[in-house]
């Protein structure tokens, strides 16, 4: 074996040894990236977290940013004794998809802890845990559900097996595409290969949906009730579609030659219109099974959405895909491809860099909601990586479009111009000295007429160039008056112009060894932008964060306030406190329960207590809270307060028919 062969080999293997560090390390980064974040978020329940109801309510409601699907189970009630509640039959609230609800038996005093599972319409599963109380709140045993209960094991292979997904995509119509564009056959291994692998993701996929979005252990795979539910599912019905796709797609391509390179070698000229039309076709629809299910199917603007999603992915298939079909034909048969279809591949690139660009800065945008969101979400901060990424692939575009430049000058000086002709001359000895020094001459000179008639006169020849031929008695005839090579040149054949080495010889051309050396580089960058699209899929979008955020802020609010106020009529026994609870404490209609309690800190009764609320501040009151003896204690439903701010709560306490006090404190209604 020579060393141009043991040094392609050695080349061989650091290729192969370099894509697969480039395949695992990504994979790594998704095992290590924990559970994916849901991206519907719970806005709003009914009993509000956390409350305290004097009545037993009658149904649990949620409701979310974003329409949910409900699983078996999607709410579950657990008693104060930790023991589950027979519920009634979940649904959506009112026909509305952003909704989950369950009805509830009659409930006994205690707190009561409600689970929640449901998944997001871009097919994420989202969960929780809230508690309320009726009556008071007591101890209880029941554990509250972290919010996030999901199977380590069943969420990474998942994630992995949509990274693999997303790589066999590119590798299959990438490298169709490349063969179309450049004219040249596809490489047989990438092509087959990507066709393979995305079909193994999909099952998997499929196989695994089930314990994903239930966060059960991998086992749970083939459960076969949990199969016939996934099969039934949007997102099961989409990754059918696309095994489905796969298994029509091959023998009809085969059939029509998709995969067959131009006999004219013209490139996408050489293709007819039914060929363009399958694999337009069949692209179309492969990228439309992500779309279906993922981002683009939930939230603002959907149709703009799923268009854009469906553009953003064929580009970057035909982008990685391509480059990696580039890079394998460098490296095996380089002298297969032609300059011309190198610059035609790199015109696709760059139109595919601007697709991806276009669409991804208006999935940001849609995604991320503000830019806040840039470092207050995980979304945002995954979302900034990926551009940090994006922006080095694109400088390495920039150096491969400039070495695909530099490839195609020195093709076209290589190529040999064709012989000059030369004028022969006849008549003269072969031995003549004359002849000897015209053999010596320059050629360009040999051909003037003039040398020729001054070659005839030295000869003593009386007359012009046509006397200077003697044809009986000249000896022999002079076959070529120039010979371009010098006297000690011994062989007569002609030479052809040399064209130095070929692209596959043992010795590269230095563009070709850039060029190769650029195309890996984007390729890695473009295998670890790819690994952190997959993660962005995977986390709640910035915007949907937010709005969960305003929800939880409001949710969290105090749910009433309850403040004690000292008085004194001056009167033997005439002291004590009276506390004021006010519910929610917002704007809007408030609940008010009061009780007086005497010297000795028990309950006590008296004749009469009036609340009144005054905003001074915006000259608003007195409002007066109407309050009515209830056996024990003052309340009312109805107290409105309509502006917020640092509210004055007079209470007016009469003890008897002539003695009477009103003390006053502030209180913030929000």
């Known amino acids: 074996m020579d060393g141009g062969s043991r040094g392609a080999d050695r080349r061989g293997r650091r290729l192969r040894h370099l894509a697969l560090v480039l395949l695992v390390a990504p994979l790594l980064l998704l095992a290590g990236a924990g559970s994916a974040s849901a991206h519907a978020a719970l806005k709003g329940t009914d009993p509000v977290d956390g409350s ?51 009805t509830l038996p009659d409930l006994k005093q205690g707190t009561y802890i409600v689970a929640w599972r449901v998944v997001s319409a871009d097919s994420h599963p989202v969960s929780g ?23 380590a094991a069943s969420t990474a292979l998942y994630n992995t097996a949509r990274y693999i997904a997303y790589g066999g995509l590119a590798l299959l119509l990438g490298t169709t595409a490349f063969a179309m564009v450049t004219g040249v056959a596809a490489p047989r291994g990438l092509l087959v290969g990507g066709w393979w692998t995305l079909l193994a993701a999909t099952l998997a996929l499929l196989l695994l949906r089930g314990s994903y979005e239930r966060g059960s252990g991998p086992a749970a795979a083939f459960d076969l009730p949990v199969l016939r539910e996934t099969a039934t599912s949007r997102p099961g019905l989409a990754l059918l579609v696309r095994v489905a796709l796969l298994a029509v797609a091959a023998p009809v391509a085969v059939r029509a030659g998709v995969l067959r390179a131009p006999a004219d070698g013209r490139g996408p000229a050489g293709y007819g219109r039914l060929r363009f039309a399958i694999v337009s076709a069949v692209s179309l629809a492969l990228a439309l099974t992500w779309a279906v299910a993922e981002h683009a199917s939930a939230g603002i603007q959907v149709p703009l959405a799923m268009t854009s999603a469906v553009l953003h992915l064929l580009a970057m298939a035909v982008w990685l895909g391509g480059l990696a079909a580039l890079v394998t034909v460098l490296q095996r048969t380089p002298g297969e491809l032609p300059a011309p279809a190198v610059a035609r591949f790199s015109r696709l690139a760059f139109a595919a860099v601007a697709v991806l660009a276009a669409t991804g800065a208006y999935q940001s945008w849609r995604g991320l909601g503000s830019l806040d ?26 150096c491969s479009r400039r070495f695909t430049a530099r490839l195609a000058v020195p093709a076209a000086a290589e190529v040999p111009a064709p012989p000059e002709r030369v004028r022969e001359t006849v008549g003269a000895a072969p031995g003549d000295a004359d002849a000897a020094h015209v053999r010596g001459a320059d050629a360009t000179h040999v051909q003037d007429g003039a040398r020729v008639q001054d070659a005839s006169h030295a000869r003593g020849v009386q007359g012009g160039v046509r006397d200077a031929v003697d044809v009986r008695g000249a000896q022999g005839r002079v076959r070529e008056a120039v010979d371009v090579r010098t006297d000690t040149d011994t062989d007569t054949e002609p030479q052809e112009a040399p064209t130095g080495p070929a692209p596959g010889d043992g010795a590269p051309a230095p563009h070709l060894q850039a060029l190769r050396r650029s195309v890996l580089a984007e390729i890695s ?17 910035g915007r949907a964060a937010e709005e969960a955020a305003a929800s939880t802020a409001a949710a969290a609010q105090p749910l009433g306030s309850a403040t004690v106020i000292p008085f004194d009529v001056g009167t033997p026994g005439g002291h004590g406190k009276v506390q004021i609870e006010l519910t929610p404490g917002r704007v809007g209609e408030n609940g008010v329960q009061a009780l007086i309690f005497g010297p000795d800190g028990g309950i006590a009764t008296v004749p009469e207590l009036r609340l009144t609320f005054t905003l001074e501040g915006r ?7 109407r309050l009515t003896d209830r056996g024990g204690y003052w309340a009312t439903d109805t107290l409105n307060l309509p502006l917020p701010g640092r509210w004055t709560m007079r209470a007016t306490v009469r003890t008897s028919d002539i003695d009477q006090v009103t003390v006053s404190k502030t209180v913030r209604i929000g």
Do not use: C, M, W
């Open 52 to 102: 305290v109801l004097k009545t037993a309510p009658k149904a649990v409601t949620l409701t979310f940013t974003e329409s949910v699907g409900l699983l078996d189970n999607s709410i579950r009630v657990f008693d104060p004794e930790n023991r589950r509640v027979h519920t009634g039959k979940q649904e959506h609230a009112d026909g509305r998809s952003d909704t989950a609800r369950v």
């Open 129 to 151: 845990a809230l508690t309320f109380s009726v009556g008071k709140r007591s101890a209880t045993t029941a554990a509250l559900p972290d919010d996030e209960v999901q199977d």
């Open 373 to 398: 969101a840039l470092t207050s979400t995980p979304y945002g901060r995954l979302l900034v990586a990926k551009l940090a990424g994006v922006a080095l692939l694109l400088t390495a575009a920039a």
């Open 525 to 541: 960058l473009g295998l670890v932008v790819l690994a952190l699209t997959t993660l962005l899929t995977g986390t709640e979008p």
């Open 619 to 625: 000259d608003v009151g007195p409002l007066d809270a």
